[in-house]
Each structure stands twice: as structure tokens, then as C-alpha cells.
């Protein structure tokens, strides 16, 4: 399955609530830059974050790691944003 990767995603998720949640995850995305002789070559790390709310049967908290195997090109494409926007700040 790795083989065939054309991308990776690596995400960490918390949820908690009760009766109502609440979710948020951070993560990577790696994509795959070509695959000549069987030697992959992979992009830098593209930082994710997902934020989401739900209702139902829920009391407690949980955190969750997922490992995502992207396996078209355009699987990719469809998590990376058009327009990428950053912040930082120095002293």
C-alpha cells in the first residue's frame, strides 16, 4: 500500500464533551515527488488542522492518531488549500 502512496497524512484528533463535543486535530501531509528506481522521494511537510463540533451520546474525551494513505494524485490536491495563508511574529 506504501508503494502505491501519493501521499501520507499523519493526524492527532481530540474530542471531549458531553452531549455536546467538540474536536480539534493538528497533523502532516507529506507528498509523494516521484518514484524513479524504487527510491521515493517525499515534499517538506504540509501543517494541517481541522476544528469540528457534533451532539449525541457522548461523555468523556478521547484522543485519536490517524495514519491516512492518499492514493491519487487528486486525493492530494483536494486536502492542500488554494490559497495557503500563514502568520508569525518576531522580537
Known amino acids: 500500500l506504501l508503494q502505491a502512496a501519493k501521499g501520507i497524512l499523519f493526524l492527532t484528533v481530540l474530542k471531549g464533551g458531553l452531549v455536546v463535543s467538540g474536536r480539534v ?16 522521494k517525499w515534499s517538506a511537510p504540509i501543517a494541517m488542522g481541522i476544528m469540528g463540533m457534533g451532539w449525541g451520546a ?8 490517524y495514519l491516512v494513505i492518499l ?3 487528486q486525493a492530494v490536491l483536494d486536502l492542500v488549500p488554494e490559497n495557503q495563508s500563514s502568520s508569525s511574529s518576531s522580537l
Open 58 to 65: 457522548l461523555a468523556g474525551g478521547d484522543v485519536t492518531h
Open 71 to 73: 492514493t491519487t494524485d
Open 25 to 40: 486535530g493538528t497533523g502532516l501531509l507529506v507528498k509523494r515527488l516521484d518514484n524513479n528506481n524504487n527510491c521515493a
